[in-house]
């Protein structure tokens, strides 16, 4: 069939202007992803030039604007950063990074009750963002609202379970407080999502002084442990041998502990089972608490706390466990509290070591709506369980 001249004229021409547009695209793309990589490297005036050829060549993509705006943000350049975050607002084509950005630009600016209600409008359209939820809490951290703070983080870590800095944030708050629990295992979470950075080294000494300074031996027949706000002190009879001391002691704890703590989850399962965890032992340092740690999950496992209060990561722990890696696990959690002592154990333990790292960057914490470990949710759980006594 013959084609009229006009019409493959204008075929040929649609053809040239879509391979012309697709490749204006990909242009754009390879221009922005230069800029990015220059941006990374604190070259950012080039960054933004490259950037002002990229969105030249796709002036619809939302990503360019954002990627100005993070680099005018990066040189201080506020206003400017808030022109181009505004538009893809006006243009319905803001994201909650954008709103998380134009939170900390307008607190850069001086302007912190705006920047509060930036971070609230994104919360509120973009409820799944975890790092909205954290910048609106460091606001109330300036404020030395701690309470209000922790609300929002844990608000977060319900929203995105798999954003670490929410845990990050709560576990710091909560292991300077007379309620470590919750950094201790807010702390351990974030550890295990946020892998090989600086704040993980710093989590993993406050996890290890924490475990020194709230368990004490005061004496052969007396320890201390405070993990929960009252300080809970078990005495043994010390008209009884050492040896029949030793024997008895989960008898005696049991009574003790039970009269002292109450049924909770923090007095009750974690730190009895703590309690009991810790007997036999004489001192806290990394072998003792690997010793401890192993003892706890068995013990809480066997009187079936784990189906009265689930534990997203005490279940990965049993993980590592079955996979025979928790000696490692242990050490990896608390070496950075005793680094000589944790050097020698690596070098004692290459093999032991190897196989670990090698099983554990195979297999993450998996943490979904479903398993989420919030402090709050367990605090209403034994609320809920107490009225119905």
């Known amino acids: 069939m013959r084609i009229p001249r006009t019409l493959l004229v204008i075929s040929c021409f649609a053809v040239s202007v879509a391979q012309a547009q697709t490749t204006d695209k990909e242009k754009a793309l390879a221009k ?20 002002e050829e990229a969105r030249k060549l796709d002036p619809a993509e939302p990503e360019i604007v954002y990627e100005m705006a993070l680099a005018k943000y990066q040189q201080k350049s506020f206003d400017e950063a808030m022109k181009l975050l505004k ?49 609106r809490g460091v606001m109330e951290l300036r404020r030395s609202e701690y309470n209000a703070a922790l609300g929002f983080f844990e608000k977060g ?17 909560f292991l300077d407080s007379d309620q470590e629990i919750w950094g201790m295992i807010y702390g351990e979470i974030f550890m295990n999502i946020e892998r090989g950075s600086k704040r993980t080294e710093e989590i993993s000494k406050l996890l290890y ?21 009252q300080n809970n002190t078990i005495v043994l009879d010390a008209s009884q041998s050492k040896k029949a001391q030793v024997s008895s002691l989960a008898s005696a704890l049991a009574e003790q502990v039970m009269a002292s703590m109450g049924k ?14 810790i007997i036999g ?12 740690r192993t003892k706890f999950l068995d013990i809480y496992t066997q009187e079936g706390r784990d189906t009265t209060y ?6 990965f722990q049993r993980k590592v466990k079955e996979a025979g890696h928790l000696e490692a696990y242990n050490y990896w959690i608390l070496g950075l509290g005793d680094e000589k002592v944790f050097g020698e ?43 119905a006594k």
């Open 264 to 277: 909770s989850f923090a007095n009750g399962a974690y730190e009895m089972t703590l309690v009991k965890s």
């Open 345 to 387: 154990w690596r070098s004692e333990h290459e093999q032991q070591w190897n196989d670990f790292m090698k099983w554990f960057k195979e297999n993450r914490i998996k943490i979904t709506e479903e398993n989420t470990f919030i402090r709050t949710q367990i605090i209403l759980a034994d609320a809920i369980k107490k009225a």
């Open 157 to 173: 870590i319900k929203a995105a379970p798999m954003y670490p800095s929410n845990y990050y944030r709560a576990a710091k708050i």
């Open 310 to 315: 689930p534990v997203v990561l005490f279940d």
């Open 281 to 292: 032992e004489k001192m806290i340092n990394l072998a003792s608490l690997n010793r401890i």
């Open 87 to 135: 538009e893809l607002v006006k243009k319905k084509q803001a994201t909650g990074r954008v709103y998380a950005m134009m939170g900390n630009a307008l607190d850069e600016m001086g302007k912190p009750e705006k920047a509060i209600d930036a971070y609230d409008e994104g919360i509120k359209k973009f409820p799944g963002e975890g790092n909205l939820y954290l910048e």
């Open 209 to 229: 002084y924490t475990y020194k300074g709230e368990i004490k031996f005061e004496s052969d027949t007396t320890v201390s442990v405070s993990f929960a706000k």
């Open 32 to 51: 922005k992803n230069e800029a990015i990589e220059l941006m990374d490297n604190g070259k950012l005036a080039e960054s933004i030039t490259l950037l």
